[in-house]
């Protein structure tokens, strides 16, 4: 909820019930946010790994810095959702009748 004092302009609204995307982000955010706090705690001093200039230039190409869960960006490779690839997804995921390209979801 947005305080009246940090945004005084915005109408207030009268909600019957959350709807069920803000009922599961409300189950999921403190969940998230221990484990951050618990990784930080644990590893917050540990390096990652060295990293050139060249290397933060070129858009930091090889260098693991991120926290990710689904996906995996290969300097080389192209992007990976859950282990495959792209070319791997189109051949396997299902398509509509008479589409070439996978259902979106």
């Known amino acids: 909820r947005v305080s009246r004092a940090v945004a005084p302009m915005m109408p207030v609204r ?3 019930s959350a709807s069920p995307l803000v ?3 409300t189950q999921l955010v403190p969940e998230k946010q221990a484990e951050v706090k618990e990784v930080k ?3 917050g ?3 990652l790994g060295e990293v050139t200039v060249s290397q933060a230039y070129g858009g930091a190409r090889g260098v693991k810095c991120m926290i990710w ?3 995996l960006l290969d300097a080389e490779e192209g992007i990976r959702f859950r282990g495959h ?3 791997e ?3 396997s ?3 509509a009748p008479g589409g070439e390209e996978p259902l979106p979801e």
Do not use: D, G, V, W
């Open 45 to 47: 001093n540990k390096s």
């Open 69 to 71: 869960e689904t996906s």
């Open 41 to 43: 705690a644990k590893y």
């Open 85 to 87: 690839t792209i070319p």
């Open 89 to 91: 997804l189109q051949k």
């Open 14 to 16: 009268a909600m019957s």
């Open 93 to 95: 995921l299902p398509k």
């Open 23 to 25: 009922e599961r982000l």
